[in-house]
């Protein structure tokens, strides 16, 4: 409790320092939210042409779209600078959190925090959306609500465990950007649409080697189409866990072997 207090006062002066600059905010949001519509609505335009895609209808990839949205712009507004580890280990700014009293990915999530609301109010837009068309078709009831707030926690939790082992390669590699559009940008790109679309070895390593197939697709299998049982929430709860844990014990690994810059 005591390392959650603290993490919450760290991100409100972050926070803080970020809304000196207001201009700033207000045009980077506005920015972000005609990006992430722009990219959607290509998609609905060729839905809305050829009625679905392999079974997979608008609103139910319009349901996937906006649980990795959510779950992204989480995970980058709590832990932003996991994502930019890089620039910390080439310039050395590391250093000076490592003679911080408070562990270093405590104070490496609190660097530069900003609340993504597009994304977030763009999130929710897309499933209120989404969730109303289904319920009023008959596919989903009301128990839908609680069940999207668990999967897109477990898909935060998700991101954060691959963007963290990312990070941690940097320990070793020290150059990580290339290998972050790999496993975070490109794979979340792709998870936003149904994995079925994709050949069988890319469905292999989206649920595998980077799973962010369960951030989405996995437990909207059983929400939306009703396959596998509870056995599909339940393993996503699972490798949620197992992701951070692995993802954890990869970070440690990975700062025993840092080496500073001598800057």
């Known amino acids: 409790m ?16 970020r809304m000196q600059y207001k201009f700033n905010f207000l045009f980077s949001t ?3 939210g005609m990006v992430h519509a722009s990219e959607f609505l290509m998609v609905a335009l060729v839905l809305m042409r050829f009625g679905n895609i392999q079974g997979w209808t608008l609103y139910e990839v319009c349901y996937l779209y906006g649980v990795m949205m959510m779950s992204k712009a989480i995970y980058r507004s709590l832990a932003s600078d996991v994502h930019h580890l890089e620039k910390y280990l080439v310039t050395g700014d590391l250093d000076p959190l490592l003679t911080r009293p408070i562990p270093v990915l405590l104070a490496l999530m609190t660097q ?4 993504l609301f597009a994304e977030i109010a763009q999130g929710i837009f897309l499933l209120a959306i989404s969730v109303h068309a289904l319920m009023a078709a008959g596919q989903i009831d009301w128990s839908v609500i609680p069940l999207t707030l668990l999967i897109i926690g477990t898909g935060t939790i998700v991101l954060f465990a691959i963007g963290l082992a990312t990070a941690a390669a940097g320990f070793w590699l020290t150059r990580i950007e290339a290998l972050q559009n790999m496993t975070e940008d490109a794979s979340q790109t792709a998870a936003r649409y149904p994995l079925s679309l994709y050949p069988k070895w ?8 980077i799973p962010v197939g369960f951030v989405n697709y996995i437990p909207t299998l059983y929400l939306l189409h009703h396959q596998g049982g509870i056995g599909m929430l339940l393993g996503t709860v699972i490798v949620a866990a ?5 993802a954890m014990r990869f970070w440690r690994l990975g700062l025993s072997r840092y080496q500073s810059t001598g800057s």
């Open 2 to 17: 005591t390392m959650i207090r603290l993490y919450i006062l760290l991100i409100k002066a972050s926070l803080r320092s």
């Open 30 to 32: 506005l920015m972000a």
């Open 112 to 115: 530069n925090n900003r609340i």
């Open 202 to 209: 890319l469905q292999g390593a989206l649920l595998v080697l």
């Open 242 to 246: 197992a992701a951070l844990l692995l």
